[in-house]
Structure formats: C-alpha cells, structure tokens
C-alpha cells in the first residue's frame, strides 16, 4: 500500500514569515499533487507535478516534486491571511493510475 | 470547467438504514471515486470506477459498495448505515491520471 505522509500536521506562523511543508510517499510514484482545502469546504487542486525536478509556482506557494527521493515540498513565501487552509499531498499509485493516496494534510494558520 | 455535483450537503439517517449518496460530473471523465474524511486521518479512498459498470474497493470498501450505471454517475451505498460512518464524503472524478475534481462533499451523521 502507498503511504502518504505529511509534516507537520498542524502550523501557525506570522504573516510575512517563509515555511515549508513537506510531504514523503512510499512508493515510486512519477507525480505529485497538491490541493487545498478552505474550512467546510471541498478540496481544490492547486499544483499537478508530472516529472522529477518539476516546480510549479502560483502566488505565495512553490510546490517542487524530487521522485529520486520520493519528496514534494510546498513552500510558502510571505504568508499571508488567506493562505490559511488545509494542504494534502497526494499520490497515484503507478500500476494503475487512477487511484490516489492523500497525506492526512497540514493545517495552516497564518496570524498577523 | 469541470462541474462534481453532490446531490446532498447534509444528511442526517438512523442507524440501519440504507443510504444513497449520488455524484454526478458533467465532463465525462473515465474515473470516479468515493473518498471519506476524517479528523486526522486525510482522505481515505472507499470504492472508485474507471469505467462504466466497472469498479474496484479502496482502502476502506467494509460496509459500502458502489453503483456506476452510466458513466456521470457514481453512487454510494450504505447498506445498513453505522454511527462509525458519520463522516465527510467526498466524490471526485478524474480524465485519466490527472487531478482530482472534487465535489462539495456530503455531510452524513448517523444517530
């Protein structure tokens, strides 16, 4: 079974303030996704990274994907406020494609 | 855009009944699957589909099945609903290896 894991699970920083989140999978899975999740709300695809060495960037958040070391991280630049939300990594697993594996996601909250 | 419909937002049954939760998406992707969620346990994936009348068990398939009669729509079915299946389901379809579109998600409490 594909283990997803996520640290950490919980985060409070400042705005302003960099951080990162990491996310480790088990398996030699070729891609990487990212989605975020607001409060009551459903989950909403934020980055698809298809390849090792790949890195997206949107806003404040850089999600990079290192397959060698089975590794993605999201970083966070200048947090604001509104990043405050819950972030899952997720994985396929590769022998059939279309079955993903979540991390148990980290909860961000970004004070002033 | 791609459009995940949960036909409920809350849902409230009694312990033993059966119980239909119905996902629609409107963008005739191949693959659909049920997830629940949890408080410190993530997504946890119950049944998908690639394909119509096709389906395979997740991780957590104990006390469900699923129905895909045509190729929007996947339900889930809770034969004898449980209070341990008080949960957050999420549905999500996906063209093939792509991400997820996920719906709004059902709030289901059992009592």
């Known amino acids: 079974e594909l283990k997803v894991e996520q640290n950490p699970l919980f985060l409070s920083m400042q705005e302003g303030k960099n951080y990162t989140i990491y996310c480790n999978y088990s398996?030699?899975?070729?891609?990487l996704y990212w989605y975020r999740q607001d409060p009551g709300k459903s989950l909403e695809s934020l980055f698809v990274?298809?390849?090792?060495?790949a890195v997206k960037q949107e806003g404040r958040l850089m999600a990079s994907l290192d397959t060698k070391a089975r590794l993605s991280t999201l970083h966070i630049t200048a947090a604001v406020h509104d990043l405050s939300a819950t972030y899952f990594c997720a994985a396929p697993v590769t022998y059939t494609g279309n079955q993903f594996y979540f991390g148990t996601g980290t909860s961000l909250t970004v004070i002033p | 855009d791609v459009k995940v419909t949960q036909s409920s937002r809350y849902l409230v049954k009694r312990t033993g009944e059966k119980v239909f939760l119905e996902c629609v998406q409107d963008m005739d992707h191949e693959n659909m699957f049920w997830y629940r969620q949890d408080p410190g346990l993530g997504l946890r994936l119950i049944y998908f589909?690639?394909?119509?009348?096709?389906?395979e068990k997740g991780d957590i398939p104990e006390g469900y099945s699923v129905s895909r009669e045509k190729k929007e729509r996947f339900s889930l079915i809770l034969e004898s609903a449980s209070t341990n299946q008080t949960s957050m389901y999420l549905c999500?379809?996906?063209?093939?290896?792509?991400?997820?579109?996920f719906g709004n998600g059902t709030r289901l409490t059992v009592t």
């Open positions: 398996t030699t899975s070729d891609r």
């Open positions: 589909s690639y394909d119509v009348k096709m389906k």
């Open positions: 990274l298809l390849s090792n060495g």
């Open positions: 999500a379809s996906s063209p093939t290896t792509l991400s997820l579109h």
